[in-house]
Nanobody, 121 residues
Framework: QVQLVESGGGLVQAGGSLRLSCAASGSIFSINDMAWYRQAPGKQRELVARITSGGSTNYADSVKGRFTISRDNAKKTVYLQMNSLKPEDTAVYFC???????????????WGQGTQVTVSS
C-alpha cells in the first residue's frame, strides 16, 4: 500500500508559523507532483500549493508570500512552511501526491488523512 502521513498541524495564534510535513511510504516507483490542499467547514476543498518533481511551484493567491512548499525527494517528503498565519487559514490540510507505483503502471493520485490547523485571533 501507499501511505501519505501528515504531521505538524496544531493551534497557533495569528501571525505565527507552522510547518507541515507529509511523508510518502510503501511501494513507489516515482513521484511527480506533490501538493497541499485544505478544506474549511462549509467550504470546498482548495489547492493551497503544488510542487513538481523538478521543483516548480505554484500557490493559491490567498497564501502567496506567506506559505512555501518544498520537497525532499530522497525522503519522499513534501513540506509546507506557513508564516504570518491568519484565522482564515484555519482548515484541515491534506497532502496529495501524483505518483507511479511501478515502472509499468500508470500514475495514480493519493491523499493523506489530513491534519488540523487552527489559527486563533
Amino acid at each position: 500500500q501507499v501511505q501519505l502521513v501528515e504531521s505538524g498541524g496544531g493551534l497557533v495564534q495569528a501571525g505565527g508559523s507552522l510547518r507541515l510535513s507529509c511523508a510518502a511510504s510503501g511501494s513507489i516507483f516515482s513521484i511527480n507532483d506533490m501538493a497541499w490542499y485544505r478544506q474549511a467547514p462549509g467550504k470546498q476543498r482548495e489547492l493551497v500549493a503544488r510542487i513538481t518533481s523538478g521543483g516548480s511551484t505554484n500557490y493559491a493567491d490567498s497564501v502567496k508570500g506567506r506559505f512555501t512548499i518544498s520537497r525532499d525527494n530522497a525522503k519522499k517528503t513534501v513540506y509546507l512552511q506557513m508564516n504570518s498565519l491568519k484565522p482564515e487559514d484555519t482548515a484541515v490540510y491534506f497532502c496529495n501526491a501524483d505518483l507511479r507505483r511501478t515502472a509499468y503502471s500508470s500514475r495514480g493520485n493519493y491523499w493523506g488523512q489530513g491534519t488540523q490547523v487552527t489559527v486563533s485571533s
